[in-house]
């Protein structure tokens, strides 16, 4: 079966560190994979997106690597912040996959992150 | 650019119901997406729009559940007959195509339904 698995527990970090996300899958060839953040009772708000091709992306704090072989993404956040506080979501973008028509975004479950001042 | 709205953002239903949501995606978007969460999960896939054509339907949407964009601009969800295991978050979501065929989506702030 397809899965996309994030941390299964909540990850809870100190100020000022490096918090590191990890997003699993099996059974998917995606050509992109994006993060999200979502805040409580709010829609997912996109932060990145790594191609196939790419080994690693950067945005401000946010760091992600892709790697196809192991069929997993790390998200990083430097210098993290109580405001980062949010859970965050990767997605897959089965764009390529031969049997559907368009593209497809395919969400893991998410990974919730507290960050303690 | 007002971003992607959904209406209403709350819905109480009794079971056996039939309930409607709206979403307006931006403006530019041809492509349009809907989504389900529950608690503790993530948005779960259940159709996309590319325009006015419907490509693609979540296997695990019943046939209680319909989706339509007749214009190519905003969508409508209808659920008929609902049951308390609808109770979720729908989310709408919306994206730019075109050659390179990617890009980013731009959720709704979700109508949160609930079944009695």
């Known amino acids: 079966s397809q899965k996309i698995e994030q941390n299964s527990e909540a990850l809870n970090i100190q100020e000022g560190k490096t918090a590191t996300l990890t997003c699993n899958y099996t059974?998917?060839?995606?050509?992109?994979l994006q993060w999200y953040r979502q805040d409580p009772g709010r829609g997912p708000v996109f932060l990145l997106l790594i191609r196939e091709n790419e080994k690693e992306k950067r945005k401000e704090r946010l760091k992600v690597t892709f790697d196809t072989t192991l069929k997993q993404s790390l998200f990083h956040i430097t210098a993290s912040q109580p405001a980062d506080s949010a859970t965050y979501l990767c997605a897959l973008d089965l764009q390529f996959t031969p049997l559907l028509s368009g593209n497809q975004f395919y969400f893991g479950t998410g990974t919730s992150l507290t960050v303690i001042p | 650019d007002t971003g992607v709205s959904q209406d209403p953002r709350h819905k109480i239903t009794k079971r056996g119901q039939n309930v409607t949501f709206r979403c307006d995606p931006i403006s530019e978007h041809n492509r349009l997406y809907w989504y389900r969460q529950t608690l503790g999960q993530g948005p779960e896939f259940l159709t996309y729009f590319q325009n006015e054509a419907q490509l693609e339907k979540s296997r695990l949407l019943s046939d209680r559940f319909s989706a339509e964009r007749p214009k190519g601009s905003f969508s409508t969800l209808e659920i008929q007959r609902t049951e308390q295991g609808d109770s979720a978050m729908y989310l709408c979501?919306?994206?730019?195509?075109?050659?390179?065929?990617?890009?980013?989506?731009?959720f709704g702030e979700g109508s949160r339904l609930t079944v009695l």
């Open positions: 979501a919306s994206s730019r195509g075109g050659g390179s065929g990617y890009g980013e989506l731009f």
């Open positions: 059974n998917y060839s995606p050509a992109y």
